[in-house]
């Protein structure tokens, strides 16, 4: 284990800052391997001369200090590898501190950095300490001017963030921009971007008729794959505006994309910085899912304008405040755009196909972390996706309009603030006048709620009794939830049936624009309904209104009902992807005792009724027709025999293609035929390319339909179907398959972003092979270990996504793993935190897998000199850290 355990960090040790600094300018000398910050600051003592402490890093040089003009000697000052100590003679001063950094050698893309030739910042959450010498915490608000100098052969673009308000030329070939930003921000939504790149330009007039300039900087070669990007903006912009009532408040809005970047984006006040595969598309080279990705960051990110930059976090545990919030925004604005039933179902799967087991493993954390050693590290789907889930609770119990009043609240009450969830909670119960405290317990709480129900009907006095039991952790031991379930009663025929609660149940149910709903607050709730003339199927947790999970023992019957005749999408959805679940864990049995895998003939029926209903939405159709994801059935499981998981998924896709094989091939030639050449990014076109895609992913565990995935790979109309065949022939040991892989390898070899699903793609293969592929692949010469998305497409697809090729039962998978993780320990920390993170179940394996799996990350926990990002996520999956 690292000797030097690094320190916890708590939200009950928070204090105020004992300074406030009034403005900053800051002045950069932009060099390659030699850039010279000089940081101004007016700063003024709150309580009094105490220290005034500054984080750094032990990356920068330090040149000189100077307070009030007057040069400090180094015994004027406490100077360590992580902080600048100083002892003001005054309450009111100015401080000048100049540090030299080194860009071109920044591998950890952290702070500033090289990328391409560019100059980039990234400094969410601690990278502005690897620029200069600051009190690097949200809750320090200040002015930012920033003064540019650079060569301008090597950097034609200077920018950053605010309003252009001065610029020109010097000697030297030297020139230079000075950007102001007029709104008090922290500093880790600072930014700067230098280098020689292009840009594509339009505007935007806000409902206060300001007209706002739009600018999306790129490489050169990447400048005719900017217009969806822009498109996409420009929905956001008017979107906020209608919804929210909320808008852009500079003017001049600019994104740059970036190849080498840690996150997705980042909403720099005024300059956004974007990993590049969250801007450039194209139809020949990004698929539907790339160009519904780009219009949902390029939201998130515009919508952070209020919702992060103009309200931040009081601290780095309030993240979820600004996150959770904003991709509830971003969610909502996809589903305006495209489909509301399917981008619910689709931000559902996600959730249980990745929240759902980081809740269950050892980082489990609440949505607001109550300690952290490594920020980094909590940058994680709980914080973003289940507190999306939170505030989306908000808005079911408080409707739309209730919702909208809130938000008002909030942004009249702390706009230009460093605020806490609290205040988000309390904005929106003074709104609407109601007591919302008992929603703050989920945010302290970790881990998945099952909510179980228990049905019981009297047909003599027509009563029927619902009772709801709260376990989190697998324990009843903890503060009840606040947990709101939109339902209905069907008969057996599918027909709705009224529902009248009782006297004692009436104040618990409520209408509501989204439906009939109960509040669950107790950790044992009974709620009674009178004058039900049968056994209802019950239709519970409508349009997943709480992100738990449902314990209703349901009946293949009342599942039938369900996934027939349900007015709500999700819950058909749900009903059918409940009986696959069955079928999967009746063969993961079957093939424990040595027994042949069965097709039920329950999820056969409830298959063909999805294929034959023509009025169901192609997208919901195919959405229907996919298997539960590997991981979330994975997931059912204390104990997880691999083999037998891999067994069974693999037996029912092969079934379900032999026994659906006539209808899927009309569906598919159908589709096929009607798909018009030029490629349309509509809802439309969309939907059907997905059912086309699926029902061609089904159809290829047929060998003699492989040539329809050979033809439909040759047409190259577009990406998402070039990809979709490929993927569809990617896991048969053919040798077309290589063939073809040759082919795209040789057409997009020049593109970086489509390179990253060539690498993806053979990372993914479920094959003996695989990890032999994959270890051939790291030496390719066009793998490296210093780009995030290469890093992710390969190493990180295989460890998350590779069942057969990680899980080998030799350990062989994990101890790759773990020696990727340590040599890109030394490059990128983030990235390699993230494939450690692979190894969170290795307690619920089955022997041999679980000690091999032990194994390998204890070989990670016992490397001397860890960064903070790996060691946290090691020693925590070993439990080694209290």
Excluded at 38 to 51: C, D, R, T
Aim: net charge negative.
């Amino acid at each position: 284990m690292t000797k030097n355990i690094p320190q916890e960090h708590f939200l009950k040790d928070y204090q105020a800052p004992d300074y406030e600094i009034k403005s900053v300018y800051l002045t950069f000398y932009l060099s390659p391997n030699k850039t010279q910050i000089v940081n101004h600051m007016v700063i003024e003592a709150k309580h009094g001369n105490k220290p005034l402490v500054l984080d750094g890093d032990e990356s920068l040089t330090l040149i000189s200090v100077k307070e009030n003009d007057r040069l400090l000697g180094k015994e004027n000052y406490q100077l360590n590898s992580d902080s600048l100590t100083l002892f003001p003679k005054s309450n009111q001063f100015e401080l000048e501190i100049i540090t030299e950094v080194n860009p071109e050698s920044n591998t950890f893309l952290e702070g500033l950095y090289r990328t391409s030739g560019n100059y980039c910042t990234q400094c969410e959450a601690e990278g502005f300490r690897r620029i200069t010498y600051y009190m690097d915490r949200p809750d320090v608000l200040s002015f930012f001017t920033t003064k540019i100098v650079a060569d301008k052969s090597e950097s034609k673009v200077l920018l950053s963030n605010g309003n252009l308000i001065d610029s020109g030329e010097l000697e030297n070939n030297q020139h230079y921009a000075v950007w102001e930003d007029p709104y008090k921000k922290p500093c880790y939504l600072f930014a700067l971007v230098a280098g020689n790149l292009e840009v594509i330009e339009d505007s935007f007039v806000t409902q206060e008729n300001r007209k706002v300039a739009l600018k999306i900087y790129v490489e050169a070669r990447n400048i005719d794959k900017c217009e969806h990007a822009m498109t996409s903006l420009k929905k956001s912009m008017r979107w906020d505006e209608e919804r929210f009532g909320l808008a852009y408040d500079l003017d001049i809005y600019m994104i740059v994309a970036v190849d080498d970047f840690n996150m997705g984006a980042m909403e720099n006040k005024g300059l956004n910085v974007f990993n590049s595969k969250y801007v450039l598309a194209k139809p020949e080279t990004a698929t539907d899912h790339d160009f519904e990705g780009i219009e949902s960051v390029i939201g998130h990110e515009y919508f952070h304008n209020w919702t992060g930059n103009r309200i931040t976090c009081r601290d780095w545990f309030q993240l979820t405040l600004k996150e959770g919030l904003t991709v509830f925004r971003d969610q909502e604005f996809s589903a305006d755009m495209l489909s509301p039933d399917v981008k619910r179902i689709e931000d559902v799967k996600r959730l249980r196909s990745n929240q759902f087991p980081e809740d269950a493993g050892p980082m489990a954390h609440p949505i607001q972390p109550q300690s952290y050693i490594e920020m980094n590290n909590f940058y994680t789907m709980t914080i973003y996706e289940k507190g999306s889930e939170v505030v989306r609770l908000y808005h079911t119990l408080l409707g739309e309009a209730g919702f909208q009043k809130g938000m008002k609240r909030y942004v009249e009450l702390f706009d230009g603030q460093a605020v806490t969830v609290q205040d988000f909670r309390q904005a929106m119960a003074d709104a609407n006048h109601v007591n919302l405290d008992q929603m703050h317990h989920w945010y302290v709480q970790s881990g998945t709620p099952h909510l179980k129900v228990t049905k019981t009907y009297n047909p003599i006095t027509k009563c029927l009794a619902l009772k709801f039991s709260q376990f989190l952790n697998g324990k009843q031991v903890h503060l009840p939830l606040l947990i709101p379930v939109l339902f209905g009663f069907m008969d057996e025929e599918g027909h709705p049936i009224p529902i009248k609660p009782s006297i004692s149940t009436k104040n618990k149910v409520s209408q509501t624009e989204k439906g009939t709903l109960l509040k669950v607050t107790q950790l044992n709730d009974t709620f009674e309904f009178m004058g039900v003339t049968t056994t209802p199927c019950l239709s519970l947790l409508r349009h997943f209104s709480a992100p738990v999970y449902l314990d209703y023992d349901a009946t293949e019957a009342e599942l039938m009902v369900l996934a027939s005749h349900d007015s709500d999408s999700f819950v058909r959805w749900e009903s059918i992807q409940k009986l696959a679940m069955m079928n999967l864990k009746e063969n993961v049995t079957r093939f424990e005792n040595s027994k042949p895998s069965i097709f039920l003939d329950s999820y056969q029926t409830a298959f063909k009724a999805v294929l034959e209903d023509n009025e169901i939405d192609s997208a919901l159709k195919s959405l229907a027709m996919a298997l539960p994801d590997i991981t979330y059935f994975s997931e059912q499981y204390a104990e997880m025999n691999m083999d037998a998981i891999i067994a069974s998924h693999k037996f029912l896709k092969q079934a379900i293609a032999e026994f659906f094989e006539e209808p899927m091939l009309e569906i598919y030639q159908g589709l096929q035929q009607a798909e018009q050449t030029k490629y349309q990014y509509r809802k439309e076109d969309i939907a059907s390319r997905m059912l086309k895609n699926r029902c061609l992913s089904y159809l290829l565990q047929l060998p003699q339909h492989f040539e329809l995935g050979l033809a439909q790979y040759q047409q190259h109309h577009n990406m998402t179907d070039v990809l979709a065949a490929l993927d569809a022939m990617n896991h048969l040991n053919r040798v077309e398959r290589a063939q073809c892989l040759e082919d795209f390898y040789d057409k997009w070899q020049s593109d970086n972003l489509v390179m990253d699903k060539w690498f993806a793609l053979q990372a993914s293969a479920q094959s003996k092979s695989a990890l032999d592929e994959v270890k051939k692949l790291t030496t390719h010469p066009d793998f490296t270990y210093h780009n995030p998305n290469r890093l992710h497409s390969l190493i990180g697809v295989f460890g998350r996504m590779n069942f057969v090729g990680f899980h080998t039962k030799t350990g062989e998978g994990y101890q790759f793993l773990a020696e990727e993780v340590l040599k890109i320990d030394k490059i990128n920390p983030q990235v390699a935190a993230r494939l450690t993170s692979f190894y969170s179940q290795w307690q619920r394996l089955a022997e041999p897998r679980k000690t091999l799996m032990r194994e390998a990350i204890e070989q990670i926990a016992n490397t001397e000199h860890l960064s903070k990002d790996v060691f946290e996520i090691a020693s925590k999956t070993l439990t080694l850290h209290d």
